[in-house]
């Protein structure tokens, strides 16, 4: 996606501020909230990149066989991205 880091940390730490303030949630002592929250935030903005990083490290195997068939990578790409993404039950 296209966040950049410094917005997304930004956005744990205004998510946090909020909770707290509006009594949403009790922190414990010592417990970074807006840490944890960007790191689970940043974990699912990252997903969609893991997965076409994936697609490409398979395909990258059977191009050969590909390109004897005929077979056009983008739609390789697309129909094996989409295989993965229902697999796994994510939404992107």
Not at 39 to 55: G, R, S, T, Y
Not at 67 to 92: D, I, N, P, T
């Amino acid at each position: 996606m296209g966040l950049r880091k410094e917005f997304v940390r930004l956005l744990a730490d205004k998510v946090a501020v909020d909770l707290v303030k509006q009594e949403m949630i009790e922190v414990p002592e010592g417990l970074d909230l807006a840490e944890m929250i960007f790191e689970v935030m940043d974990a699912e903005l990252n997903l969609e990149d893991k997965i076409n990083e994936e697609v490409r490290v398979m395909l990258n195997q059977y191009q050969d066989q590909m390109r004897m068939s005929g077979a056009s990578y983008q739609e390789m790409f697309k129909l094996l991205k989409a295989k993965l993404v229902k697999e796994r039950k994510v939404v992107l």
